[in-house]
């Protein structure tokens, strides 16, 4: 299984980005979906989940302007940012929980990150 995440870029303050991540391979079944946040010298941080029945959860930092959606047809999860602000700017991992079998536990698998740079 891997993830592949796409759609990041530069954009100014205020405005919007979407960024995507397909997961392949044939995953029998992905349970929770998340895209996480990693500024220079800080640590990575989860900014919104969603579980396989569509529930999300938010980061206080994005509650409000983040939509996090997924589409379990084609393995795909999808983060709308609107009105970004420059420290919204990071790399951004995509994060699934996937299960290769209908008996095995599922396990973490992450995209390589797609940059966001939001510039003032």
């Known amino acids: 299984v891997q993830l592949q995440a796409s759609g990041g870029g530069s954009v100014q303050s205020g405005g919007s980005l979407r960024v995507f991540c397909v997961a392949s391979?044939?995953?029998?079944?992905?349970?929770?979906m998340a895209w996480h946040r990693q500024a220079p010298g800080r640590q990575r941080d989860v900014v919104a989940s969603?579980?396989?029945?569509?529930?999300?959860k938010y980061a206080d930092s994005v509650k409000g302007r983040f939509t996090i959606s997924r589409d379990n047809t084609k393995n795909i999860v999808s983060l709308q940012m609107n009105d970004v602000r420059p420290e919204d700017t990071g790399t951004y991992f995509c994060?699934?929980?996937?299960?290769?079998?209908?008996?095995?536990?599922?396990?973490?698998?992450w995209g390589q990150g797609t940059q966001v740079t939001v510039s003032s």
């Open positions: 969603i579980d396989f029945f569509g529930r999300p």
């Open positions: 391979g044939n995953p029998f079944a992905i349970n929770d």
């Open positions: 994060y699934a929980a996937v299960r290769r079998s209908n008996l095995a536990a599922p396990r973490d698998y």
